[in-house]
């Protein structure tokens, strides 16, 4: 049986133990993304006494174009990497290891923050961002994007980060090509199959792989279901991890779709277990499961019910620093 204080190896990476603080924005950084005070004194203190393994900071943006709201931090340009370097130190000062969560907000940018007009996998609105149409990526746009990711999960690296994971979930770029909700394409990206649906998201994983090296672990969270009709399920979600675990990521992160980290009509502890829990099953990949959970107690009896391989707490210690105790 598998317990909250047992240590897990992702690729080469040991963990403490298998609670994570997953990625919540802060919207503390600077104008330009680049990590303050404020940003470091947070996680610090969560490092220090929530009793975590593993921190994933918040989304920071690959590009400019991907920016999905003031006060996020950015990993789009060389100059921002001695400012993580002072925040990674601050966290592996506390013991804790910490991944760099790589963002591209895609059609839920808005021109007024970007200063760019709005892209995605089709020209339809965002649920969230009904103010401008996104224009549709054409091949080239997408490969660019697929650089930027690359680029951005180096300058992690350098920046002393333990890992990256790429967001793929709460409807942001990638999010919207898994979704038959935004993704209405005709060609190799299209809707017309979960391969054709993560077909970027491998292309993704592979340049990020080529950049980072062999020894670098790389996650992925992926919205797996948009719980709306029409929208992505829980079967294009197992079928998506198979087909991510041979692309070369090291750990799967589960949550919700294009409505963001919601199940409706659920608020239970690991809310999205109906995800991880077939996920797991399916592949060898650690599985890591959020939504909801909020006292150890309550991580530990996922843990022993086979729900996932991880837990994530989030609004828990996005609160309360102290909240295991």
Same mark, same amino acid.
């Given at each position: 049986m =598998?317990?909250?204080?047992? #240590?897990?190896?992702i690729r080469n990476l =040991?963990?403490?133990? !298998?609670?994570?603080?997953? #990625?919540? @924005?802060? $919207?503390? $950084?600077d104008e330009n993304g680049h990590v303050t005070d404020a940003v470091c004194d947070y996680y610090r203190e969560r490092a220090k006494y929530s009793k975590i393994g593993l921190i994933? =900071?918040? +989304?920071?943006?690959? +590009?400019?174009?991907? &920016?999905?709201h003031p006060g996020q931090t950015s990993l789009a340009s060389d100059d921002v990497i001695p400012s993580f370097r002072q925040l990674t130190d601050c966290i592996h000062r506390e013991g804790v290891k910490v991944f @760099?969560?790589?963002? /591209? $907000?895609?059609?839920a940018a808005l021109? &007024?923050?970007?200063g760019q007009p709005p892209v995605g996998p089709s020209p339809i609105c /965002? #649920?969230?961002?009904?103010?401008e149409p996104p224009a549709e990526m054409t091949l080239a746009q997408i490969r660019q994007v697929t650089e930027w990711f690359a680029q951005a999960a180096v300058r992690a690296k350098q920046a002393g980060f333990d890992g990256v994971e790429? +967001?793929? @979930? /709460?409807?942001?770029?990638?999010?919207q090509f898994f979704s038959p909700l935004a993704n209405q394409r005709t060609d190799a990206y299209g809707p017309q199959s979960v391969e054709n649906r993560i077909r970027f998201h491998r292309e993704v994983i592979q340049a990020v792989r080529q950049t980072v090296g062999d020894d670098f672990p790389i996650a992925l !969270?992926?919205?797996?279901?948009d719980y709306a009709e029409g929208g992505s399920t829980a079967l294009d979600c197992v079928e998506a991890c198979r087909l991510l675990e041979h692309s070369g990521i090291d750990l799967i992160h589960l949550t919700g779709g294009m409505h963001g980290f919601i199940r409706p009509g659920h608020t239970e502890p690991g809310y999205f277990r109906d995800l991880s829990v077939p996920v797991k099953q399916a592949v060898c990949l650690p599985v890591l499961l959020t939504g909801g959970v909020t006292t150890p107690a309550q991580a530990e009896t996922l843990l022993l019910e086979g729900c996932a391989d991880l837990i994530g707490v989030g609004r828990a210690i996005f609160k309360n620093a102290h909240w295991a105790d």
């Open positions: =598998t317990h909250i204080s047992d #240590p897990i190896t =040991t963990l403490s133990n !298998r609670l994570v603080m997953p #990625p919540m @924005a802060t $919207a503390k $950084a994933i =900071t918040e +989304h920071s943006y690959i +590009h400019l174009q991907g &920016k999905a @760099a969560q790589l963002s /591209h $907000a895609g059609s021109s &007024k923050i970007t /965002h #649920p969230k961002q009904q103010e790429i +967001h793929s @979930a /709460h409807g942001y770029l990638l999010n !969270r992926l919205g797996g279901c």
